[in-house]
């Protein structure tokens, strides 16, 4: 009969990933567990504000799931929701486009009127780009605004259970190094160096690749992800870059932003993730997780070669599932080709 021997080093490191993966799926549970138990909260705190009821959730339930919450876009989701809440104390903020918090009153009357100056930035268009795009309105609140008095009793019923609550969430956010608005809004915008004009010219580069489609709402999206645009982001858009494996191109959508100048933290990944959906193998569209966001790690020479070897032979196919080299040379190519005379002159 024959023996088998077994190696206990093998053994232990293949038991070590069976219990680092059972303690990660109990802890993805949890976190689930979480969320669909903050929005029950929330939900009822929206029932309660409408219905000018007592029956809202107490701050001290808010505080115990909230401080439970580890990741970052389930924080986002929550205070979306909790803004949602906000909006129903204070109705005229439904018909406000919203614009960023931090917005930089000097430097977007720059951008209005450098369109016009001799040495100003001539292809973008600032007013029509973004003081021209139509507010979005929700037609159930109209009743509500007719009715000022309503209003005014929801604002004194509800005024401090949300100063309470907000320095409840306030706190949360701040573990995480995220600011919070007092209307439960997040500073959700990138923060880069580039001029619209040069982001305009890096999504030319994008869509020129077939990574995003070339429509209007897609450009007004992407161009408001960064904080140098003054519109909020609403929606969003289709990565459709796939590799050969046909599954979503993670590593391009990363090498994007790293080349733009955005500092790829958690919640920078996050927001991105959050503006940002791919399509499965199936073709059903999904949501896209911050940790598949990562640069692609280098493989050694004998596989690059072989790799290139390949991609001779099989042509533009084989190109995608690479770490695309060319397509980050290109967005480099936009963003110096594009940027004001100033930066050129001391380049």
Same mark, same amino acid.
Request: aromatic share 10%; proline share 3%.
């Given at each position: 009969?024959?023996?088998?021997?077994?190696?206990?080093?093998? *053994?232990?490191? =293949?038991?070590?990933?069976?219990?680092?993966?059972? @303690?990660?799926?109990? &802890?993805? %549970?949890?976190?689930?567990?979480?969320?669909?138990?903050?929005?029950?909260? $929330?939900?009822?705190?929206?029932?309660?504000?409408?219905?000018?009821?007592?029956?809202?959730?107490?701050?001290?339930?808010?505080?115990?799931?909230?401080?439970?919450?580890?990741?970052?876009?389930?924080?986002?989701?929550?205070?979306?929701?909790?803004?949602?809440?906000? /909006?129903?104390?204070?109705?005229?903020?439904?018909?406000?486009?919203?614009?960023?918090?931090?917005?930089? !009153? &000097?430097?977007?009357?720059?951008?209005?009127?450098?369109?016009?100056?001799?040495?100003?930035?001539?292809?973008?268009?600032?007013?029509?780009? =973004?003081?021209?795009?139509?507010? *979005?309105?929700?037609?159930?609140?109209?009743?509500?605004?007719?009715?000022?008095?309503?209003?005014?009793?929801?604002?004194?019923?509800?005024?401090?259970?949300?100063? +309470?609550?907000?320095?409840?969430?306030?706190? /949360?956010?701040?573990?995480?190094? !995220?600011?919070?608005?007092?209307?439960?809004?997040?500073?959700?915008?990138? #923060?880069?160096?580039? #001029?619209?004009?040069?982001?305009?010219?890096?999504?030319?580069?994008?869509?020129?690749?077939?990574?995003? %489609?070339?429509?209007?709402?897609?450009?007004?999206?992407?161009?408001?992800?960064?904080?140098?645009?003054?519109?909020?982001?609403?929606?969003?858009?289709?990565?459709?870059?796939?590799?050969?494996?046909?599954?979503?191109?993670?590593?391009?959508?990363?090498?994007?932003?790293?080349?733009?100048?955005?500092?790829?933290?958690? *919640?920078?990944?996050?927001? !991105? $993730?959050?503006?940002? @959906?791919?399509?499965? !193998?199936?073709?059903?569209?999904?949501?896209?997780?911050?940790?598949?966001?990562?640069?692609?790690?280098?493989?050694?020479?004998? &596989?690059?070669?072989?790799?290139?070897?390949? +991609?001779?032979?099989? +042509?533009?196919?084989?190109?995608?599932?690479?770490?695309?080299?060319?397509? &980050?040379?290109?967005?480099?190519?936009?963003?110096?080709?594009?940027?004001?005379?100033?930066?050129?002159?001391?380049?």
């Amino acid at each position: 009969m024959k023996q088998f021997s077994v190696n206990k080093s093998d *053994f232990a490191s =293949e038991l070590e990933k069976l219990n680092n993966a059972v @303690k990660k799926q109990n &802890e993805e %549970s949890k976190e689930e567990q979480y969320v669909m138990r903050l929005e029950d909260l $929330c939900f009822s705190l929206r029932c309660a504000i409408v219905d000018l009821s007592l029956k809202f959730p107490d701050l001290t339930t808010f505080e115990r799931y909230l401080s439970r919450l580890s990741n970052t876009s389930d924080l986002i989701y929550i205070v979306g929701l909790l803004h949602r809440c906000w /909006v129903y104390i204070y109705p005229f903020c439904l018909f406000d486009r919203p614009m960023k918090s931090r917005l930089d !009153i &000097e430097a977007a009357l720059d951008q209005a009127l450098c369109k016009y100056s001799r040495e100003g930035i001539h292809g973008y268009d600032f007013v029509k780009e =973004e003081m021209e795009k139509h507010n *979005f309105t929700i037609l159930d609140t109209i009743r509500e605004i007719q009715k000022p008095e309503v209003i005014n009793k929801r604002k004194s019923a509800y005024r401090e259970y949300m100063k +309470g609550l907000y320095k409840i969430t306030d706190a /949360v956010c701040e573990k995480k190094h !995220i600011k919070l608005n007092e209307d439960f809004t997040l500073q959700e915008a990138l #923060t880069i160096k580039l #001029t619209p004009e040069q982001i305009r010219a890096v999504f030319d580069v994008v869509v020129k690749n077939g990574k995003m %489609s070339s429509d209007e709402d897609t450009r007004s999206t992407f161009m408001s992800i960064f904080d140098s645009t003054i519109n909020v982001t609403e929606g969003k858009i289709l990565w459709l870059d796939v590799a050969k494996s046909h599954t979503p191109n993670y590593s391009t959508l990363y090498v994007l932003f790293k080349t733009m100048g955005v500092e790829m933290t958690n *919640f920078n990944k996050a927001v !991105i $993730c959050k503006f940002f @959906k791919v399509k499965d !193998i199936d073709g059903k569209e999904i949501a896209i997780h911050p940790e598949k966001l990562k640069s692609r790690k280098k493989k050694n020479s004998k &596989e690059s070669v072989e790799q290139n070897t390949q +991609g001779q032979t099989n +042509g533009d196919n084989a190109s995608s599932d690479k770490l695309p080299k060319g397509f &980050e040379e290109q967005i480099k190519e936009a963003i110096n080709k594009h940027a004001p005379q100033e930066t050129e002159e001391k380049a």
